[in-house]
């Protein structure tokens, strides 16, 4: 009887993911379509490729409304983000990190580490909470859009979650593509030498693409030290997800539905298995190139579906205080850089 049942059960569970196969098919489709118009139109015309998706996505917003695509395109915002974040462990080995030299390691971690203490602690002055200090310091302070992402994961939910979320990832890359222009004058004008560049690009403008258009707009040893430098900083985005989540169901309210998020999301242990097995030699380097390159769709396409599920009312209704607390968790951390490039022999 029991081995009869057996199959019934497989059938079953077959069954069920067909069915949710087909649910979340038409949404993923879309936001696809709408990530490969954004790559193509960033190909064509030198426009950020994430600002792009998200634009396009928050165009066709009603498809995230209802019909269809409903499904698919929440899917693709939570699922198929988390996978494009995990997927970004295979860009990080020890040895890339081990190369940079320990002082200026150190400079670039407690930059990160300052940053998020800083917009922590300045977001009451400018009329928000906790949650919003640590989702905006966080994309600052790490690797933009994707760190907020990451963070917004664990965050407990509320009916403000998405705007807070969709606010941060728009607001960091118009940042970041407007520091990819005005930090390579900066750096010339003060003269800081191609490494000094390289670590000043690298550690403090938020998206790794404008890192790397910034770096090697000035030279190829500069654009290298930037990348180095940036993915420093994308490194830490796991042990800064883990503490933040330990902190969290330790002292924040439960949410609502009174579901605390997890101590440690699957995406990040994947995450650090991936960076561990880098590390190690063990991931061959075409492999390692095409995991690369599926988590910048995979995020790509996140990007679009999180546009698709924007209202852009109430985006702008964020305000200009948020708009202020991002600009200054900016400044902060490129004068936290600059100092300290200057302090090191």
Request: glycine share 10%; proline share 4%; charged share 10%.
């Amino acid at each position: 009887m029991a081995l009869a049942s057996i199959p019934f059960a497989v059938s079953l569970r077959i069954s069920k993911l067909k069915n949710r196969l087909y649910s979340v098919f038409p949404g993923v489709i879309v936001s696809m379509i709408v990530a490969t118009t954004a790559q193509f139109l960033a190909d064509h015309y030198s426009t950020p490729v994430m600002l792009l998706a998200l634009l396009l996505g928050m165009a066709v917003s009603f498809l995230g409304e209802e019909g269809k695509t409903v499904a698919g395109i929440s899917f693709t915002s939570k699922t198929l983000l988390r996978v494009g974040v995990a997927l970004l462990g295979v860009r990080i080995s020890a040895d890339l990190i081990i190369g940079l030299g320990p002082q200026l390691i150190a400079l670039v971690v407690v930059g990160v580490l300052a940053t998020i203490a800083f917009g922590l602690g300045v977001a009451r002055f400018f009329g928000h909470g906790w949650r919003f200090g640590l989702l905006t310091a966080s994309a600052v302070a790490i690797c933009g859009a994707s760190a907020a992402m990451a963070i917004s994961a664990i965050l407990p939910k509320d009916d403000r979650s998405e705007q807070r979320l969709i606010f941060t990832v728009l607001g960091v890359t118009v940042l970041s593509t407007m520091a990819m222009v005005a930090y390579p004058v900066v750096v010339n004008t003060l003269d800081i030498g191609e490494t000094g560049g390289g670590v000043f690009l690298g550690g403090t403008i938020h998206d790794v693409a404008q890192v790397v258009g910034a770096g090697f707009s000035i030279s190829e040893a500069t654009g290298d030290t930037a990348t180095l430098v940036k993915l420093i900083r994308v490194a830490l985005l796991a042990p800064v997800v883990l503490v933040a989540s330990v902190i969290i169901r330790s002292f924040a309210q439960p949410p609502e539905d009174g579901k605390k998020p997890p101590l440690l999301p699957t995406f990040v242990v994947f995450f650090l298995g991936l960076a561990t097995l880098n590390s190690l030699h063990l991931i061959p380097a075409q492999v390692a190139i095409f995991l690369s390159e599926a988590s910048r769709w995979l995020l790509l396409t996140a990007i679009a579906a999180v546009g698709m599920k924007t209202n852009l009312k109430h985006v702008l209704a964020v305000g200009g205080p948020a708009i202020a607390l991002l600009f200054t968790e900016t400044l902060f951390i490129a004068s936290f850089v600059l100092i300290g490039i200057a302090a090191l022999p």
